[in-house]
Structure formats: C-alpha cells, structure tokens
C-alpha cells in the first residue's frame, strides 16, 4: 500500500488538524531529534523536515536545549555542543565530552575543562582535575602537596573539606584561611559559619539534619545549621532527640533545658526531677507531650510547624473523623477516660465538653456517650444535640455509627441503621478489620461473615473464615472458609470456589502467584490455580504454566505434554502442537501458530491474525513485523495498525520515532507515514 486516497476536504482537515496538534503540543518532543543518513546526522522534527542541516559524524538527543555532537572532517573530528537552533555553544575542540553530575567534562588528551548547565566554562583544561574529583557539588583539585576544594554553586575556595560524622555524609566541615563553615549540601547555598575554636561537632538524630551540637572550652551549644542560630556555650553534656523523646535537652549543673527539634528553646526543668518525652505523628501533625514526674503537658504542632496548642495541661489525641477534617481530643491527665476538650485546627478554638467516647461520622456528626450516662449526636458547630432513647454508640466504621442496644446488649449484637431506619447487623471480628476493605464479621451464634466497604453482607455464613491478605494485589485479599467438612476459597467481593476435600493431616497453602491476579492452593501433592475475579481454576497437575492474565482478562495458559505445547485462553484451546513465544514487555503478547496462520493474542486477549516469522515492535497502537523470505524474494516487513487490522508492507525494516501522543514510521524512499492512536493520517509522498 504505497498510497492513501483522500478526498481533498479531507487531507485539508487531516492537515489542520496535524498543524494544531504540532503547534499546540510542544512539550511532547521539545528539541529537534537526531537522525542518521547515508552520510552523516542531521536534525529533524516531529513532521520529518530538518531542522539542522548540518551533518555529523555522531549526534545524541537534546537534554535541557544542548546536545553533544561530533564535527565531521572539516572539524577533524572533534567534540563540541549546539542548541536547538545549530549555534555552537561549546567550542568544537574536544576529543570527548560526557556528563558529569550537573557539569560537562570535556576532554582535550589527558586534561578536563568543566562547563555548568549554562554552558559557561568554569575551570580551563586542568591536569589535576579528572570527574572523580566532582562530588556533592564541589570540585577537588590537587596542587603541591596540597587539596583546596572549589563549591561551584558559589564559586567559593575552601582549603579544607571534612566529613564530620559517617553516618551523615551530606554534612561537611568547611575550612579557609579565617573562617569554618558547617555545609550541608542538601542546602547549597547555606554556609553556617562557626568559630574556628569549635573542635567538636555531633550530628542530632531525628533532626533533618538541620541541629548540631558544638563544642569549645568543655562547653556545648546548640545549633540549628539551617538559619545559623546558635545558643550559648554553657552545657556540660546533652541529651539526643530519638523515635519516642522529641525534645532536645542541653544539661548543666542546675537544670535541663529543652529545645525542639527545630533548636526553639521551650522549658526549663529542674536537674534533680525525672521527666518524659513522646510525641507521635497524626496526617503530619506532631503531638508532643512532656513534662516532670507525675505532670504532663502537651503540645500540638501543625505540618507548617506552627504551634497550635501549647503547655495543655492534658493529654492530646487525635480522633478517627471520616470527614476528613483533623480533630483531637483533650484528656484529664488523670483520668484518661474523661474528655474535657475538642479541638480542629480549622476552628482554631477548644469546645469544652464531659465525654467518655467521641466519634465522627462522614457527614460531619458528632456521636457521644457522656458521663452521666447519656448518648447523642450533634451536628459539629451547631447546639441542637438529639438524644438516644436506649442505644449507645459502640464504634465507627467505615463512617457509620455502630449502635448496641443498653437492655439486650450483646444479646442482638452490634448494629448500624440502614436509610430506612432498619437494624443491620454489623459485629467486626476484631477492631484490626476497620483497616481493610472487605471485613470479617461475627454473628450471635458465633459464624462468621463478609462486610463489604458499605457495610453490606457479601458472603454466606460460615463456621470460620481466614483472611489472606494479598501482597500484590492490595485491598484484593481473599480468604479460606469453612463449612461442615467443606472448605471455600472467597474473594474480596464475596465470590466463591469449593476447594477439593483435603487431607487431614494437610492443610492449605494459599499465596499470590507471580505477581499475577492468581491464588496458588497447596493441598498435600495437589496444586491449582485460582482467578481472582472469575474464580476460574487450573490443576497444575498436568504441567501447566500461566503466561499472563490480568484482572479483567482469563488465564493465557499453556499445557505442556511432551513435545506438544497446547496454548489456551481460559477453556478455550487457541493453539496445539505449535510454537509460542513470548513478544515484548510491556505490553506483552504470545505469538503463536505456523508461518502463514501465524497469530498474536495480547495482554487484553485480543486476537490478532498477521501471519508473519516475528515481531520486531510492539507497542499498544501497532506491530512492525518481518516474514520469511519466499522464492528468492527479498525479506519483508509489514507494519499491523491493532485499531484497524490494517497491514502496510515495506521492504525494509521501518525506523519508529515516537512521542507522546504520535508515531512516525520511515519507509525505503524518504517517505513517512503518520499514525495517530493507531491510524494511518496520511502519507506525505502523496
């Protein structure tokens, strides 16, 4: 098919339509490509025309507007770099240039010169300078008897550069003549200069690497490297921050101070009392609670690290709030069953209340069980609280207030209420359920059952029901019930498959199977394979392996039986006695069947007969495949367009540039064709 025919309006349309795509999706192929002719590289665009015409011995792709290319005789075959519009914007004078972090080191014989993303030369041929003396932003340099370390970022000398502990490597001790600077290069533009008496410099754990403590004189300071604000030197030891005590604490013969992790300076706290720090995260909010023997006060800092609530004389915890808004709870601190307080960030205000239990719905309700007894709800900032008459609220799941009756108690079980009002059974096996997706419940005769995330029962009653959570396939577990002497295998959305009776004394395996939507069952010698939403199920007694299959599609499988593959989708026998191989990646495919009848099945169980030798690219849009030689022919190539069936033959092997949303394809004779999501637009030889 050497030719397209369109009717002129629509070559007109095609074009415009092109012309907008071009001009509008720029970002999708930025800089021109390079592309390899008889007699050299040039440059051209998404449309095939060129963009620069000169020729080169060897070009590469453009990165951030420069791209390397090699000079042909006229440069004696030297090295230097363009732009997107051909202008020479380093030398042609190099025998190499190559990246180096964020430099180009370019090689003149056994000497570097070193250029910065700007393209601006910063060090002239150096024979002492090599890439392995570039490193976090500095570069090293050997004179003498002597090292003197230049930042390129600040264009700055030191004469020294040291790692201070081993476990932070990205924290340095900077020296020059007057002056020494502690120098993290996570922050390249931060020097935080110190006195060059400091002989002693310890790294704060837990602190983002921003707090150290320095040492003069038997002294200790703290101080904070990032906005170089430092204490005095008046600790004679200190205390780190670690996973449960948050606060920094600098010691002197009288009291301890404590700082945050920040360096603030927060309290003061006699020597010779006992105290304790915790602190926890809650959606990046930081709670953090401290204080002296048998006292408590704490703190909550929001994630810009603002200071909320400060010096609570309580204990602050969050609140599980399905509405998405951040609530905490403060608690007597001692008694930790009364809540006195409510507090949201958003409010910015403590709500005073007595409650023992406080929950929160999705739709903004609150539900409480106060200390006189009593039960209600109320709509969060509003003052019309509604009573319960004889229930109580248990828990929250999912959203929704578990209810359990005062006079039966467990005798009806735990409940929720349907939108008419309707009781519902709702009794989570355990509280570790609420976690997951499909949950296991209990009923008063002690089944068991499945919840769904909308609290609907999806399963039968069951004897006992065994969760197997799924590594691969998270939120996508499955579990193993019982029932009189059979066993089920079920999945999360309440689908089941009767297991084969087992042997006593053997129990069943079950785990995820290569990645894929397959549960693997042991049971004693046998083993099968079970889909996780069509539950379909494989014995792979008979030396069965499974080439792909996903959660929409069934198995692609093969049997094996000596010499004679059989190749199967689901029940259904595709291929006997021929070949099959696997085709790429991503996305995969099998190929299969005899030169002439050969067809591909892909990773969606599409079908495809091209009847070819191989494939030689494959993507989700088309295939480019070679056939035999026949009858003292020239070898063929064929590119197979999925969306139409289409097949357009070359007789050599096609060249394939793509971007974003297009694909080109070079034919013998300089034409190209343009394939949009699958489609053949036009030729441009017409």
């Not at 192929?29 to 060897?58: A, H, M, R, V, W």
């Not at 180009?104 to 890439?131: H, M, V, W």
């Not at 709800?377 to 609280?385: E, F, I, Y």
């Not at 079908?607 to 690219?617: A, K, L, Q, R």
Request: aromatic content about 14%; overall charge neutral; proline content about 3%.
């Amino acid at each position: 098919m050497n030719r397209i025919s369109l009717q002129l309006n629509l070559i007109t349309l095609v074009v415009f339509l092109l012309n907008i795509f071009f001009t509008t999706n720029i970002s999708a192929q930025e800089y021109p490509l390079p592309y390899k002719t008889s007699n050299g590289y040039l440059y051209i665009n998404e449309k095939g025309k060129t963009e620069i015409n000169e020729k080169f011995k060897c070009a590469y792709h453009f990165i951030n507007n420069i791209a390397i290319v090699q000079g042909g005789k006229k440069r004696d075959f030297l090295t230097g770099a363009i732009d997107n519009k051909g202008k020479v914007i380093i030398p042609f004078y190099y025998n190499e240039i190559s990246e180096c972090g964020e430099l180009l080191a370019a090689r003149k014989g056994d000497n570097y010169a070193f250029y910065n993303k700007n393209n601006e030369l910063l060090l002239g041929l150096q024979d002492s300078i090599s890439p392995s003396d570039i490193k976090d932003g500095f570069v090293r340099n050997y004179r003498n008897g002597d090292y003197s370390y230049y930042h390129i970022a600040s264009k700055r000398y030191f004469t020294s550069k040291t790692e201070i502990n081993r476990n932070y490597p990205s924290i340095y001790r900077l020296g020059t003549n007057q002056q020494d600077y502690i120098f993290n290069i996570n922050h390249q533009d931060n020097f935080c200069a110190i006195d060059t008496k400091v002989y002693q410099i310890n790294v704060m754990p837990f602190c983002n690497e921003e707090i150290v403590f320095v040492k003069k004189s038997d002294r200790w300071a703290i101080l904070n490297i990032t906005n170089n604000e430092c204490s005095e030197f008046i600790y004679t030891a200190y205390k780190a921050p670690s996973k449960n005590k948050i606060f920094i604490e600098g010691i002197n013969n009288e009291t301890r101070h404590l700082y945050s992790k920040k360096g603030v300076f927060l309290d003061s706290l006699p020597f010779t009392h006992e105290n304790y720090q915790t602190c926890y995260l809650y959606e990046q909010f930081q709670v953090q609670s401290y204080g002296e023997y048998k006292t408590q006060y704490s703190e909550l800092i929001a994630p810009s690290g603002e200071v909320l609530l400060t010096k609570v004389n309580g204990i602050i915890s969050p609140i599980m709030n399905f509405d998405g808004e951040p609530t905490f709870t403060i608690k007597n601190k001692s008694n930790s069953n009364l809540i006195y307080g409510i507090f949201r960030p958003s409010d910015n205000k403590v709500v005073q209340c007595k409650y023992h239990e406080v929950f929160f719905d999705n739709k903004d309700t609150m539900y409480f069980n106060n200390t006189e007894g009593a039960s209600g709800c109320v709509k969060w900032g509003s003052t019309d609280t509604i009573y319960f008459e004889n229930k109580k609220v248990v828990d929250m799941v999912k959203g929704n207030p578990i209810f359990l009756d005062k006079d039966l108690g467990d005798q009806l079980g735990r409940y929720i209420l349907d939108e008419n009002g309707n009781k519902q059974k709702c009794n989570l096996d355990s509280k570790s359920e609420k976690e997951f997706e499909t949950m296991i419940a209990r009923n008063i005769d002690k089944s068991y059952y499945l919840l769904n995330s909308d609290l609907k029962v999806i399963s039968d009653n069951y004897k006992s029901i065994t969760r197997k959570q799924n590594e691969n396939f998270p939120g996508k577990d499955y579990f193993i019930a019982t029932l009189d002497s059979s066993s089920y295998l079920l999945d999360s959305d309440g689908n089941k498959v009767k297991l084969p009776s087992s042997n006593k004394r053997s129990k069943y395996m079950v785990y995820p199977y290569n990645k894929l939507p397959i549960i693997q069952i042991e049971s004693g010698y046998e083993k099968y394979l079970v889909h996780m939403k069509t539950m379909e199920t494989l014995f792979t007694a008979d030396n069965i392996s499974v080439m792909h299959t996903s959660i929409e599609t069934p198995f692609i499988w093969l049997r094996n039986k000596g010499e004679n593959p059989q190749l199967y989708l689901g029940a259904k026998l595709l291929s006997e006695n021929s070949p099959v191989r696997k085709v790429g990646e991503n996305p995969v495919c099998y190929l299969y069947g005899d030169e002439g009848e050969t067809k591909l099945i892909d990773n969606n169980a599409n079908i495809y007969t091209i009847g070819c030798e191989s494939v030689e690219f494959n993507n989700e849009h088309l295939f480019i495949l070679s056939h035999h030689k026949r009858y003292d022919k020239e070898k063929l190539y064929s590119v197979f367009i999925k969306q139409t069936s289409e097949q357009i033959f070359f007789k050599t092997k096609p060249i394939v540039l793509e971007s974003d949303k297009l694909i080109i394809v070079k034919r013998e004779g300089n034409p190209y064709y343009f394939t949009f999501n699958g489609e053949v637009l036009f030729d441009l030889n017409n």
